[in-house]
């Protein structure tokens, strides 16, 4: 296949290997199934995959993983999934793959799935390094303590071989500048050199890192891109999780206040790598944002609030203490108090729902007011049902609307009134017990009381 100087006229193929089972993670859950700022670490390395513009991505599993390759899947739709059977090193692990490689792209990229820190714009980077005219590409850092890793042995611009650090001498154990696993190979002789690699070690595994010397026993040349230490961090245990899920917030943070949004306190805020804010965004002190959120233009949201796959419009006022869930869609100007919580509803432009209220399957029309201690009834034990009501509508206080229902817009809710049918335009509803009064009994019901004691 004949190749190009320009990565985005040459074909890549992306090979992300996720066979590893992460027992220092004490987990039932695969390893690469573990999240990050919501999302598996096998999601966050296939986000960073897709952003170097692989022509076809390969994700190598264990066997029997079905959970792993549908995570794949759901990431990278068209996602190939091949099954290492045996564990034999990661030389071997990329060779499951070989129906893969043997197409013939122009770039291979392998990837881990326990490295969910890294950037595309890095994968792109080792792209170009093979664009000009390297056959392998090994992706490097400055670790401040290299205890452990592989040190990179360079003689100028080219890479000459990878020294593990129990097999290094003390000089080359002195070089701090590491393996960090990641790799890219020439497609034209990238099988070849993953076939040519030997079972030198006593395990009987083949080690990726021996394309190094391969490829230039075969007049081929080696080279390093260099990257902070942070950004190929693995993920091997869970404070190295929570390691890595710090880094990424920090990264939404910067990106979410560069972009215009103030954050009070950005490291109380938590975001989701799809989280998107309009301009002039302020939100206070420990609030969440899960996966699915939209937020926008000159939108307050107060502390202590969570979002999950919600839509929020312009100059909305937000909390604190609100709990919007998945298919919450406000319109603009609309007032979300404390402690309310709305799940699959849409809310008109301007609409109130300021105090302890919960609105799930619902309507509510524009400039309407929701009394505190509203709730729509929308589920019998078997089905949910939906509550409409039109704009300009009052809803008093401590309100019960039982679905399905209907209140017309204009129409008056009396406050503490159960609803459970429907209500006409601009008329008023009230469902309770009438009230009366006894004039003298709390008189009398105290001094039967005290004689009673008496007689005792």
């Not at 991505?57 to 996602?79: F, L, Q």
């Not at 291979?108 to 890294?118: E, M, Q, R, S, W």
């Amino acid at each position: 296949m004949p190749t190009s100087p320009d990565p985005k006229a040459r074909t890549c193929l992306a090979i992300v290997l996720a066979a590893g089972e992460g027992t220092r993670m004490k987990s039932a859950l695969p390893k690469v199934l573990h999240r990050v700022a919501g999302r598996p670490m096998l999601a966050c390395v296939l986000s960073a995959v897709n952003g170097a513009a692989p022509a076809a991505v390969a994700v190598v599993v264990g066997p029997g993983r079905d959970d792993v390759a549908a995570a794949a899947r759901a990431a990278s739709p068209g996602a190939e999934i091949f099954v290492q059977t045996e564990r034999r090193g990661t030389a071997h692990a990329v060779l499951a793959a070989r129906d893969a490689l043997a197409r013939g792209y122009d770039d291979v990229l392998v990837a881990f799935a326990d490295t969910p820190l890294v950037r595309p714009d890095t994968l792109r980077a080792m792209r170009t390094e093979l664009v000009a005219g390297a056959s392998v590409v090994v992706l490097g850092f400055e670790a401040r303590d290299p205890t452990g890793y592989g040190r990179l042995l360079t003689e100028g611009d080219q890479l000459v071989g990878i020294r593990e650090h129990k097999d290094a001498t003390e000089a080359e154990r002195a070089i701090r500048l590491s393996n960090a696993g990641l790799m890219a190979l020439d497609g034209r002789t990238a099988l070849a050199t993953l076939d040519a690699i030997g079972n030198s070690n006593a395990q009987g595994e083949f080690y990726l890192t021996d394309a190094v010397t391969v490829a230039r026993q075969r007049g081929g040349s080696a080279r390093t891109v260099i990257v902070g230490e942070e950004e190929v961090m693995g993920v091997n245990d869970r404070v190295q999780l929570a390691a890595a899920e710090a880094a990424v917030q920090n990264r939404l943070r910067e990106a979410a206040m560069r972009n215009g949004v103030t954050l009070i306190a950005p490291e109380t805020v938590f975001l989701s790598p799809d989280t998107v804010f309009g301009r002039d965004v302020v939100v206070e002190p420990f609030v969440v944002f899960g996966p699915g959120v939209t937020i926008g233009d000159g939108v307050t949201i107060r502390s202590f609030s969570h979002f999950d796959s919600a839509t929020v419009g312009d100059k909305a006022q937000i909390g604190p203490y609100s709990r919007l869930r998945p298919g919450a869609n406000l319109e603009a100007d609309v007032h979300v108090g404390n402690f309310v919580e709305i799940k699959a509803a849409s809310i008109g432009q301007g609409a109130k729902i300021n105090h302890l209220s919960y609105i799930g399957d619902s309507t509510v029309g524009a400039r309407t007011n929701i009394g505190a201690g509203t709730i729509t009834c929308n589920y019998d034990g078997f089905d949910k049902s939906r509550t409409n009501i039109g704009e300009d509508a009052f809803i008093g206080s401590n309100s019960s609307l039982v679905a399905p229902v209907t209140i017309g817009s204009g129409a008056y809710i009396g406050s503490g009134s159960v609803i459970t049918d429907n209500v006409k335009d601009n008329a008023l509803a009230v469902a309770r017990g009438r009230q009366y009064e006894k004039e003298g009994w709390a008189e009398a019901f105290r001094e039967s009381r005290k004689n009673r004691k008496k007689k005792q």
